[in-house]
């Protein structure tokens, strides 16, 4: 069998090492049309904070030990452009310009997302640049070694904004972040929101929120910046705006798509071709509580379904589950977690809606290092289940969210939740962990 894939990174990677791993004589080949594999994207912003640190201290796996002590037939800078699906085959050029066409028995679909673009005059400008490849944090990394950059724009103030906010923060960099929204992260609840954008401003970042660019230019060695609120110049813009699915090839094969055009998929990965499977950002995913189809692109959904496809192309039967956009994310000191439904999402899918939020205490009361704890539960009174939360705090937030993750996959109401046998101890939570407080404060209310 040829097992044939189109993307060389968390999906496409983790796919072909387990095929190879399930059924070593499977014939893999991964088509990558850059010369980067397998590396920790979410790395990139932590890197850039250190200027001694090289980019490709990022990479898990060199294209060679795929190579060689896989068996897999990797090959870079090889652009997939096109899919007969009558024919079975997949073309495309070479970087060096070199038409190439081979033939598949099945296909995985793994081409990741790109950069959302503004579309305004200057936004390809030298000094404006984005972050969604290794490529991309080398080019940021070499402009910030080759020029003294005292200010820097972000425009975008979604995770990967926030992350370099801190990242330019850490070389000394004074930063601004711009965002259309004007309220930063609205999905939180209004206090949660409010002790982040503190958190900014009492670093040093200057906020411009409900704030449209319009145009970037040349401004001598600078870039003048041009929005709904004035004009100003910076050294480096960053632009954050989000991603989108890199699905066209997949559209051209006239394969499904799905929610903000991502390739439509059911729950073992299939297309709307039996032969054809997606996996990573570039698919869709069915919502865990809802049953909808939602595109949430992450990194452990993503090599979780380059596992299942491998599994079914090996002949193994696999469904994957339901996500939960389950996200974690820091911004300077404070970390933000998120989990399931929000507020407007819960209401918006029909839910009868209540929810809560309290302030905690990270460590038990009087314990060294203590800090605000913010915990945001939403709860449906007809069944009384978990639909989501959320958690802001200094410490305690990051990993303390996984708890409300499995007991919205385990679907368990606010009262279960309430009597988990959570572990205490000073360093780490009061007696009664936050997360109870406010399931204990839920059910007040419900």
């Excluded at 711009?178 to 954008?197: F, K, Q, Y």
Aim: with cysteine; net charge negative.
């Amino acid at each position: 069998m040829k097992f044939v894939i189109i993307g060389g990174d968390a999906a496409g990677m983790s796919a072909a090492s387990k095929a190879k791993r399930n059924d070593p004589a499977i014939d893999v080949v991964v088509l990558e049309r850059t010369n980067d594999v397998s590396y920790s994207a979410c790395g990139m912003p932590y890197n850039i904070a250190e200027p001694d640190r090289d980019m490709d201290d990022l990479v898990v796996r060199e294209a060679d030990v795929f190579r060689e002590k896989q068996g897999i037939d990797l090959r870079l800078g090889h652009r997939a452009e096109r899919i007969n699906r009558d024919h079975k085959t997949v073309s495309g050029r070479t970087v060096h310009g070199e038409p190439f066409e081979l033939g598949y028995d099945k296909l995985l679909i793994a081409t990741g997302a790109r950069p959302r673009r503004l579309n305004i005059p200057g936004e390809d400008l030298p000094g404006v640049k984005v972050l969604r490849s290794l490529g991309d944090g080398r080019l940021i990394k070499q402009f910030l070694a080759g020029r003294h950059v005292e200010r820097a724009l972000i425009v975008g103030a979604g995770y990967i904004g926030l992350e370099m906010a801190e990242a330019f923060h850490e070389r000394g960099v004074q930063v601004a972040i711009s965002d259309i929204v004007p309220t930063l992260l609205p999905w939180l609840p209004s206090e949660m929101s409010e002790a982040v954008r503190k958190e900014l401003i009492d670093k040093g970042v200057s906020l411009h929120l409900g704030t449209g660019i319009s145009q970037i230019e040349e401004f001598g060695n600078r870039l003048r910046v041009r929005s709904d609120e004035a004009s100003l110049d910076f050294d480096l813009v960053l632009l954050g705006v989000g991603v989108v699915p890199n699905s066209e090839i997949a559209a051209e094969a006239g394969l499904d798509l799905g929610p903000h055009n991502s390739i439509a998929v059911d729950t073992t990965l299939r297309t709307s071709d039996p032969d054809i499977f997606a996996a990573g950002d570039c698919a869709d995913a069915f919502h865990a509580i809802t049953g909808q189809r939602v595109w949430v692109p992450l990194a452990l959904r993503a090599n979780r379904g380059g596992w299942a496809v491998a599994n079914i192309v090996t002949g193994r039967h696999v469904e994957v589950p339901g996500i939960l956009g389950s996200a974690v994310f820091k911004v300077m000191d404070m970390e933000v977690a998120h989990a399931g439904l929000s507020l407007a999402d819960a209401s918006s899918a029909g839910f009868d809606v209540v929810d809560e939020i309290i302030i905690s205490r990270s460590r038990a009361h009087g314990h060294p290092g203590n800090q605000n704890l913010y915990v945001h539960l939403v709860a449906d009174k007809k069944s009384e289940k978990l639909l989501g939360g959320d958690m802001v705090g200094k410490e305690g937030a990051a990993h303390r969210i996984d708890a409300l993750v499995v007991a919205l996959h385990a679907g368990m109401t606010v009262a279960e939740f309430f009597q988990c046998d959570m572990a205490y101890a000073p360093p780490f939570s009061p007696v009664w962990d936050p997360m109870l407080t406010a399931a204990n404060q839920l059910l007040k209310k419900m």
